[in-house]
């Protein structure tokens, strides 16, 4: 069984910064992609940024130039760093991992979710 445990939300003035940490555990073989998605009450689940196991990134649009995704591979761990807050970017914020375990079965994995709220 794999867990993945979100940490690092909040409430923050619009402008502000937050660093979102997702750390993975359990029957571990390797990890391949690792993405943070976030969805707001009313909304769909949307992709926010993604990374590969080699560093590869992509973001959404309306992240672009503002947020960051970065990964510790020997912590299997995912960060999200957000800066420039705008109240849009409220949501629960998930984190998502596509993991191989040691019995060779692989499957997308999803942590709790942590909420980030920004005031205006």
């Known amino acids: 069984q794999v867990q993945l445990v979100e940490s690092g939300g909040g409430l923050v003035q619009a402008g502000g910064s937050l660093r979102l940490s997702c750390a993975a555990s359990?029957?571990?073989?390797?990890?391949?992609?690792m993405a943070w998605y976030r969805q707001a009450p009313g909304k769909q689940r949307e992709l926010v940024a993604a990374i590969t196991s080699g560093g590869s990134t992509n973001y959404a649009d309306s992240v672009k130039g503002r947020f960051t995704i970065s990964r510790d591979n020997a912590k299997n761990t995912v960060y999200l760093q957000m800066n420039s807050l705008k109240p849009e970017d409220t949501a629960g914020y998930y984190c998502k991992a596509r993991v191989k375990s040691w019995s060779d079965y692989v499957g997308d994995y999803w942590g709790q979710g942590t909420q980030v709220t920004v005031s205006s």
């Open positions: 359990g029957s571990i073989f390797s990890i391949n992609d």
